[in-house]
């Protein structure tokens, strides 16, 4: 399991926003999490990254993964480039070649073989690091990424500050992709997106391999990209464990069922 919510209770300004909610994240699940503008959907996914405090219950990661989150008010530096805001992805990886490059440069500097063997160990040590975390294919997987989402008609200089609310947004998601997290939690994603843009991200999240749990109004979003359907009601959290169309037959045979017994 990625994720495990159990009893989960929230009230706000005086009104019960969930109540014991309880429900996991499994693997090779996408899970659409639908209900009325309002009712809090929104507010489980800040609930979830620690944005909100509930008044009680538990929310358990699993300590071994690692956890992308996306809202839909995106708040990135104007003045970095689409290019070097990706780089950022890659973090990790770029302080380490030039801690190594350092190393190089301080190989050339002396002729004590005890810091020179030194020298030499560690840079191998490093290169191989890099060489199998595919540091040398970044600008390949930054290529596909920002293929795959239509951002590479922005123009990789651009600066962030230039673009609309929904390019930024598609933006920070392929950040969020090449950073690879096992399990990526959205919040409205659609938000702000024109239809092509929308088209764009389709694409993209279709072919993410990860799990993935995602707040939206956007019918047609949630019937391509989710397996899985939560459903927010004002009486509390429902786990449909359906697809979206099998939810919506469903809902609709219930609803019927509902009228015939008035």
């Known amino acids: 399991m990625l994720l495990t919510v159990e009893n989960l209770s929230l009230t706000f300004d005086k009104k019960q926003i969930f109540n014991n909610a309880s429900f996991r994240v499994l693997p090779n699940e996408k899970i659409g999490v639908v209900g009325n503008n309002g009712v809090g959907k929104t507010t489980l996914i800040n609930v979830l990254c620690g944005k909100i405090i509930p008044d009680s219950g538990k929310i358990d990661f699993d300590k071994k993964i690692k956890v992308g989150y996306l809202d839909q008010y995106?708040?990135?530096?104007?003045n970095v480039s689409i290019n070097n805001y990706l780089k950022q992805a890659f973090l990790g990886l770029y302080?380490?070649?030039?801690?190594m490059n350092r190393m190089f440069d301080e190989l050339s500097k002396t002729d004590d073989e005890i810091i020179i063997n030194r020298y030499v160990r560690l840079t191998t040590q490093i290169r191989e690091y890099l060489e199998s975390n595919d540091f040398y294919a970044i600008?390949?997987?930054?290529?596909?990424i920002v293929s795959g989402l239509g951002i590479v008609q922005y123009g990789l200089d651009t600066l962030v500050g230039r673009l609309s609310g929904g390019q930024k947004v598609k933006v920070a998601l392929a950040k969020l992709l090449l950073e690879e997290p096992d399990l990526l939690i959205l919040d409205e994603?659609?938000?702000?997106?024109d239809?092509?843009?929308i088209t764009s991200l389709n694409n993209g999240l279709i072919k993410y391999d990860s799990e993935l749990l995602f707040a939206s109004h956007d019918h047609q979003f949630v019937s391509t990209i989710a397996n899985r359907i939560i459903e927010i009601l004002p009486t509390g959290v429902i786990d449909r464990r359906l697809p979206y169309?099998?939810?919506?037959e469903n809902k609709e045979v219930i609803k019927l069922r509902e009228q015939a017994n008035k």
């Open 195 to 197: 239809l092509e843009s």
């Open 95 to 99: 302080e380490k070649d030039e801690e």
């Open 245 to 248: 169309d099998e939810y919506l």
């Open 139 to 144: 600008d390949s997987k930054i290529g596909r």
């Open 74 to 78: 995106i708040n990135i530096n104007p």
């Open 189 to 193: 994603p659609t938000a702000h997106l």
